[in-house]
């Protein structure tokens, strides 16, 4: 019995903990079909590349603008940043992925596994990951 209550236990401390956030604020529909990102050197090209295909799926010109850029630069504007862990293989930890209208925050997604510990939903490809947090910021299609 006490072999039993002390199994539970530590299964009970390795699991909490284990979370993965994800928190969304969607855009508001807007009328521009093009969403101008801010290059983010620091983070691995894939990102970048998945984001403008996620852009391009959902009707959206993607265009690329160089990272010292402002974010006035385009009437609708986004920045992005990533993070990757090893833990038995490279998975994405964390993504943030803000949209602005003429400067001001319209829409913004965070997904957090950081505190997944054990978790192994956060061994994610990133880029289904990235289609699905685009979709979640971008609920509708350009020109909806």
Do not use: H
Request: glycine letters at 4%; one cysteine or more; hydrophobic letters at 45%.
């Amino acid at each position: 019995m006490f072999n039993r209550i002390t199994l539970l236990a530590a299964v009970a401390a390795l699991s909490s903990g284990c979370a993965i956030q994800q928190t969304v604020k969607p855009v508001e529909r807007f009328a521009d079909k093009t969403v101008c990102i801010v290059d983010n050197p620091a983070v691995r090209e894939g990102f970048l590349i998945a984001y403008k295909q996620a852009l391009e799926a959902k009707g959206f010109a993607a265009q690329k603008i160089a990272a010292d850029a402002s974010i006035i630069q385009c009437p609708i504007t986004s920045t992005y940043t990533a993070n990757w862990r090893w833990d038995l293989a490279m998975y994405m930890v964390y993504a943030n992925i803000k949209v602005y209208n003429n400067g001001k925050p319209i829409g913004e997604v965070v997904y957090d596994a950081k505190s997944a510990g054990m978790n192994t939903a956060k061994f994610i490809t990133a880029d289904t990951k990235i289609k699905e947090l685009v979709d979640q910021l971008f609920p509708a299609t350009a020109g909806q």
